[in-house]
């Protein structure tokens, strides 16, 4: 059974940090790019940070100002996002997706998402004092 798992939100203060994990299991993992998504109260999901499986290349949202940091690590199957500096409008809830695609950007920007391969259920990050 094809899984992704994200763990790692909370409550957290403005100013904080987090760092989000995202394990896939029942599928070849590093074949896979893979993306970090957010969904704010009454917002459409966007796409916050993207790695690719070739080259390890990376794509940020310019609104993350440098701030979050996405990475993996081959060995675990796993996807981290480093979050610093939280603002309140990072609150959402955090997905992270699976794609056969290997360009970050496209991924992350360009990408219809319903035609991801593979979703995890999400993981709410609240920032607020």
């Known amino acids: 059974e094809v899984q992704l798992v994200e763990s790692g939100g909370g409550l957290v203060q403005p100013g904080g940090s987090l760092r989000l994990s995202c394990a896939g299991t029942?599928?070849?993992?590093?074949?896979?790019?893979i993306g970090w998504f957010r969904q704010a109260p009454g917002e459409e999901r966007e796409g916050v940070a993207c790695?690719?499986?070739?080259?390890?290349?990376?794509y940020y949202a310019d609104s993350l100002e440098g701030r979050f940091t996405i990475s993996r690590d081959y060995a675990k199957n796993m996807v981290y996002l480093q979050m610093n500096s939280l603002k309140p409008e990072d609150t959402a809830v955090y997905y992270c997706?699976?794609?056969?695609?290997?360009?970050?950007?496209?991924?992350?920007?360009?990408?219809?998402?319903?035609?991801?391969?593979?979703w995890g259920k999400g993981t709410l990050v609240t920032v607020s004092s």
């Open positions: 997706a699976a794609d056969k695609l290997q360009n970050a950007h496209t991924m992350c920007v360009l990408k219809p998402q319903n035609d991801m391969n593979y």
């Open positions: 029942g599928f070849t993992f590093d074949d896979y790019s």
């Open positions: 790695i690719s499986s070739t080259y390890y290349r990376t």
